[in-house]
């Protein structure tokens, strides 16, 4: 099934049941990856009062450097990569938001360079608000999505919650020699971005009624994009670091790979791909608030040039869902970067910026 065949079976289904389901996105308080907890929460929260114990060298990533996926080698010629990731409805239509959603969870085991081979479903459901065909359609998407990956949904575990929640415990394998991580940046390097941003301020717009049809058409091709082009940028010699773009916005997740490779990063504001419609929207009002938490946690560490407007800014923080890979790499090595994107249909992959000598940190020009 193509992803238009798929989109048009889920409205097909949607249309259906509309009748007598309540929106999707009326059942949760935040949607996608907007519903991640502050950057500045969640620091606090993980912040150990003992020391922790010592990691087993076979651990190749863990929880240091806030990375997408912890990897653990197992041969010299393998290691496995676990991530997890789950959240509330961003659309109304169950097919897509599932789809959605196992989109954003396999992406972490692109952005280390690996390949999933199996995943978990996570399910949390009002039984009694919702229609069980609306959740089987919820399930039905993320099944699709693993299809497409080529991977089965072998489990999972299921429970009555208050909102909708939906996602996926996802494994993965890449050769230890090339994992990429967040941290391992290196000055100089150029950064590559593969998805336009908007995708927050998309979903604000549909659910206050306000983003049409061909708005929400490109919002699922791109959140149902899978990043599977992770391991082929991973093999190129030039790439040093990948993450992708989600819940923290573009410069939150710059920050973590400037922090991880104790660099300065710097971003130009006119260069950073945009959905159309997008600036648009925000000055109608379409902003998350999860964009302004972002802001708060870590604009300390951000420096905006004198015509980076609050609109720009809203933007650079703009929760993603499912979004791009941001790619450090050598300057020698962005064609290959990119000619590796647009092979695999992310025309609007971009440089953005690059990685500088510096205390960590973004400056956006």
Request: glycine share 12%.
């Amino acid at each position: 099934m193509t992803a238009n065949e798929a989109t048009q079976v889920g409205a097909e289904t949607a249309a259906q049941s509309s009748a007598q389901a309540p929106r999707l996105t009326s059942l949760s308080h935040g949607g996608g990856c907007g519903c991640k907890i502050a950057p500045g929460v969640l620091s606090e929260l993980l912040a150990r009062n003992e020391a922790p114990l010592p990691a087993p060298a076979a651990l190749l990533v863990g929880t240091e450097t806030s990375d997408d996926a912890a990897v653990y080698q197992l041969n010299d010629e393998q290691a496995i990569i676990a991530t997890t990731d789950f959240f509330m409805p961003i659309v109304d239509n169950p097919f897509d938001f599932g789809r959605i959603a196992a989109t954003n969870a396999l992406s972490d085991i692109y952005a280390m360079g690996g390949k999933p081979i199996f995943a978990l479903a996570i399910v949390g459901m009002p039984i009694n608000v919702l229609p069980h065909e609306t959740i089987r359609e919820i399930l039905r998407g993320g099944e699709s999505i693993c299809a497409e990956a080529g991977i089965p949904i072998a489990g999972g575990h299921s429970i009555d919650s208050v909102e909708p929640i939906y996602g996926l415990a996802a494994l993965g394998v890449v050769h230890p020699k090339r994992l990429k991580r967040n941290a391992d940046a290196q000055a100089g390097d150029v950064l590559v971005l593969g998805k336009p941003l908007g995708v927050g301020v998309m979903s604000a717009a549909l659910k206050k009624n306000q983003l049409d049809d061909e708005g929400y058409r490109c919002m699922i091709d791109a959140t149902t994009r899978l990043n599977r082009v992770g391991p082929a940028l991973a093999a190129l010699p030039g790439v040093h670091a990948l993450t992708d773009v989600t819940g923290f916005g573009l410069l939150g997740h710059t920050l973590e790979m400037c922090r991880g490779a104790n660099l300065a990063a710097y971003l130009r504001m006119s260069d950073v791909p945009l959905f159309d419609g997008v600036r648009e929207l925000a000055d109608k009002g379409c902003i998350t608030g999860a964009s302004g938490r972002n802001w708060a946690s870590y604009g300390k560490s951000v420096e905006l040039g004198e015509r980076i407007t609050e609109r720009d800014r809203d933007l650079l923080c703009d929760p993603q869902t499912a979004g791009g890979l941001l790619v450090s790499c050598a300057p020698g090595a962005v064609d290959d970067v990119l000619a590796v994107f647009r092979a695999d249909g992310f025309d609007a992959a971009g440089i953005v910026g690059a990685m500088r000598p510096g205390t960590p940190g973004v400056r956006v020009i």
